[in-house]
């Protein structure tokens, strides 16, 4: 397997805190109304989607991370709205 290694593993470096207080996210609250119609079908990926969009609406604070299948699960719905 090393073999078929083209480059230089990557090497990370960590660094400690600038002060030493611990994050805190007690504070942090996150409302979502769903808005689904009864008997209406809706996808779970879609239904991520919006609900990862309106996460972010109700707190700024929360990001949509994709492991480049943004079409598949419709993050990209907070991406358009939100570059």
Same mark, same amino acid.
């Given at each position: 397997?090393? =073999?078929?290694?083209?480059?230089? #593993?990557?090497? *990370?470096?960590? *660094?400690?805190? !600038? %002060? &030493? $207080? $611990?994050?805190? *996210? /007690? &504070?942090?609250? !996150? +409302?979502?109304? #769903? $808005?689904?119609?009864?008997? @209406?079908?809706?996808? +779970?990926?879609?239904?991520?989607? /919006?609900?990862?969009? @309106?996460?972010?609406? =109700? /707190?700024?604070? !929360?990001?949509?991370? %994709?492991? &480049?299948? @943004? /079409?598949?699960? *419709?993050?990209?719905?907070?991406? %358009?709205?939100?570059?």
């Amino acid at each position: 397997m090393q =073999s078929l290694i083209k480059r230089n #593993p990557i090497q *990370f470096k960590t *660094f400690l805190p !600038v %002060d &030493d $207080e $611990e994050p805190h *996210f /007690n &504070d942090t609250k !996150v +409302t979502i109304t #769903p $808005e689904y119609t009864i008997g @209406k079908l809706m996808s +779970t990926r879609k239904a991520y989607g /919006n609900g990862l969009l @309106k996460a972010h609406q =109700s /707190n700024s604070s !929360v990001i949509g991370l %994709d492991g &480049d299948t @943004k /079409n598949s699960t *419709f993050s990209i719905t907070l991406m %358009d709205k939100y570059p």
